[in-house]
T-cell receptor, first 117, second 110 residues
Framework: NAGVTQTPKFRVLKTGQSMTLLCAQDMNHEYMYWYRQDPGMGLRLIHY???????AKGEVPDGYNVSRLKKQNFLLGLESAAPSQTSVYFC????????????????FGPGTRLTVL | KNEVEQSPQNLTAQEGEFITINCSYSVGISALHWLQQHPGGGIVSLFMLSSGKKKHGRLIATINIQEKHSSLHITASHPRDSAVYIC????????????FGKGTLLTVNP
């Protein structure tokens, strides 16, 4: 199993450009998450999905959109990149554990380092 | 919104020392996670616990639900333990999601 993979690993954008980050998992997990990590801020949730075809906003969703058309993939889009979106982006996935109020360990991708000039 | 506080922010130890990192949170949770991140590296889950204590090798995690507090202990610390240790709390039922602490940077000197 490859686990959780992210594409690309690094990217430099100019302000106003758009791009899509791809997260893929081969563990048949129901839940998938996109986080951003900034110095001194800790990880913050951007958007998440509790199953194929569903998405929901997290703590810092503005400027981002997501889609989960297939269970194994979770895409994060930046329609018009801004310097404030310079960050390291992590994707994670987890299976639903026993019972609706329980989930399992989160598995993280290797991260995407994005710089917006 | 759950507030997650970790202490200390930075910790320097000598090889072999016993390490304790603390985590406190403000509201009830389903589970608490301890994660490890090496410099420039990815994030690895160490523990997920909702009560009591768990042990993996030299790492021990405990949680006190009534006091809303968890500790991560490292026995016989080693330079390869140098990393950022992150506490995260999970809640939300079927909309399960994590709220993260800012992390504790541990440096273990030989």
């Amino acid at each position: 199993n490859a686990g959780v993979t992210q594409t690309p690993k690094f990217r430099v954008l100019k302000t106003g450009q758009s791009m899509t980050l791809l997260c893929a998992q081969d563990m048949n997990h129901e839940y998938m998450y996109w986080y951003r990590q900034d110095p001194g801020m800790g990880l913050r949730l951007i958007h998440y999905s509790v199953g194929e075809g569903t998405t929901a906003k997290g703590e810092v969703p503005d400027g981002y959109n997501v889609s989960r058309l297939k269970k194994q993939n979770f895409l994060l889009g930046l329609e018009s990149a801004a310097p404030s979106q310079t960050s390291v982006y992590f994707c994670a996935s987890t299976r639903r554990g026993p019972g609706m109020a329980s989930t399992d360990t989160q598995y993280f991708g290797p991260g995407t380092r994005l710089t917006v000039l | 919104k759950n507030e997650v506080e970790q202490s200390p922010q930075n910790l320097t130890a000598q090889e072999g020392e016993f390490i304790t990192i603390n985590c406190s949170y403000s509201v009830g949770i389903s589970a608490l996670h301890w994660l490890q991140q090496h410099p420039g590296g990815g994030i690895v889950s160490l523990f997920m616990l909702s009560s009591g204590k768990k042990k993996h090798g030299r790492l021990i995690a405990t949680i006190n639900i009534q006091e809303k507090h968890s500790s991560l202990h490292i026995t016989a610390s080693h330079p390869r333990d140098s990393a950022v240790y992150i506490c995260a709390v999970g809640s939300g039922g079927s909309n399960y999601k994590l709220t993260f602490g800012k992390g504790t940077l541990l440096t273990v000197n030989p």
